[in-house]
């Protein structure tokens, strides 16, 4: 199995082809909500595999995944219709993504060790098998920063080029190519050492 393919494994949602979606598209931005619906369904299984990978916590993952929809919805309207739909909506994923970890960086600091219940420290696990290559990948991109993490995941798992990626996350190409680059890097080492331990 590819690593896009063990990625995404379970996030095939309602998929729309190029003319369709523009349809959908067009008549969401129009304020109609069953096409609005529609681009949720399309989007929503990869949205929720890309938070989940970028924050590792399945609440918090569908907290970005609602709010990135809402801040969709309040400003579909200002959309150009000329531009391509995939790096806008990823954006604003990820930039909710980017709060989250910082909210919850901040909340970590924030919290001493003791002051929660043993079992109100604890998180959801992913939706991974936990056996074998898939379960190693998943906490090695865990174990990745968030920049390399997210560079990672646009490139690899949602197939964007550097320029879609770019728009998602505001940084330039150069820069981009060296977080995929060291992602590519740091898996790599972190799956071989696995290996090495098991």
């Not at 989250?100 to 098998?129: F, M, N, Q």
């Not at 190693?136 to 320029?163: C, I, T």
């Amino acid at each position: 199995m590819l690593l896009p393919d063990l990625l995404l494994a379970d996030t095939q949602g309602s998929m729309l082809d190029a003319s369709t979606f523009h349809l959908v598209l067009q008549q969401a931005r129009r304020g109609d909500r069953a096409s609005f619906a529609r681009l949720v369904e399309h989007y929503y299984p990869r949205a929720l595999r890309f938070a989940l990978q970028m924050l590792d916590h399945r609440e918090d993952a569908e907290e970005a995944v609602q709010d990135a929809f809402v801040r969709v919805h309040d400003n579909l309207a200002r959309f150009r219709e000329d531009a391509p739909f995939d790096p806008w909506f990823f954006r604003i994923l990820g930039n909710r993504c980017r709060t989250l970890l910082v909210r919850r960086k901040r909340r970590h600091e924030v919290i001493e060790y003791g002051d929660l219940p043993i079992d109100a420290a604890a998180e959801d696990p992913l939706d991974v098998a936990d056996t074998g290559f898939a379960r190693d990948v998943h906490r090695a991109l865990a174990q990745l920063p968030p920049e390399q993490r997210e560079a990672f995941l646009l490139r690899h798992v949602n197939d964007m080029d550097y320029e879609e990626m770019a728009i998602v996350t505001g940084a330039k190409g150069s820069t981009l190519r060296m977080r995929v680059k060291r992602a590519i890097d740091a898996l790599r080492e972190r799956l071989r050492e696995g290996a090495i331990h098991e």
